[in-house]
Structures are given as C-alpha cells and as structure tokens.
C-alpha cells in the first residue's frame, strides 16, 4: 500500500515538474498561467489545469500559500465553468510544499464577461 502511494506522490510531483505554464494574464497582484498540454476536449466540453501566482502571499484556513493549481471543466457551448481540482502552494509557480489540496466537483457557474475565468476558457475551448 505504501508503495502505491509513493507511486501516486511522485507521479504528481513529475506531471507538476513537466508542466510547461504559458502566462495568458496578470494584474498587479497575480498572473494566470495555463499548460496547454492539459487541455482535453470532447465534444463542447473541456477541462484544463491552471496556475494562479501570488504576488502576496494568501492565507486560507491558517496555512500562507504563494500559488494555486486547479483543473477546470468548461462547457464550450454554454460558456460555463466548474472546478474539479484545486492545490495551493507554498512557493510560487506551484512549488514548494502543498498546503491544501481536494478534488471535488464545485456548481456550474456562468463565465463572467472580461474575466480572467473568460480568458481561461476560452483558451480551453478554442480548437487549434
């Protein structure tokens, strides 16, 4: 069982290692980052991993964290967007020790217009 887990843990840390993070936005506190490797469509629906980096570090249930990771699924067709993963980070670029990490399912939500959510997916949703 400890062997499986190890497993997990370092093919996580390589997949993070081998991401190639292109900046696609920033103001002055942050810059969103995405690994255009990650996106897979099928159909109007797509998911991708993105990388938020703090200028500042944030604190969320006691721990300061540098950067988040997260998986998005996107519905191409009706312009809507929802969380499947999510990780913050110590250090920035997703480095440094993991302080929170859970895979789950958040709502359906809307995409606001002239967001960085929009620039998200659409980066997720236009075909090359």
């Not at 499986?4 to 696609?24: D, Q, Y």
């Not at 938020?52 to 997260?70: C, F, I, W």
């Not at 519905?75 to 993963?85: G, L, N």
Request: with cysteine.
């Amino acid at each position: 069982m400890r062997k499986v887990i190890l497993v997990l843990l370092l093919a996580a840390a390589s997949n993070s290692a081998m991401a190639e993070w292109k900046e696609v936005g920033n103001n002055e506190g942050t810059a969103i980052y995405v690994d255009p490797a990650s996106v897979k469509r099928a159909g109007d629906m797509a998911t991708m991993w993105h990388l938020t980096d703090y200028r500042t570090a944030r604190q969320d249930m006691g721990e300061k964290y540098l950067s988040a990771k997260d998986q998005n699924e996107y519905d191409c067709k009706e312009a809507k967007s929802r969380r499947r993963a999510s990780s913050q980070h110590s250090k920035n670029m997703g480095d440094g020790k993991v302080v929170y990490s859970d895979t789950y399912a958040t709502r359906w939500k809307p995409v606001p217009p002239d967001s960085g959510v929009e620039i998200l997916w659409k980066f997720a949703c236009v075909k090359r």
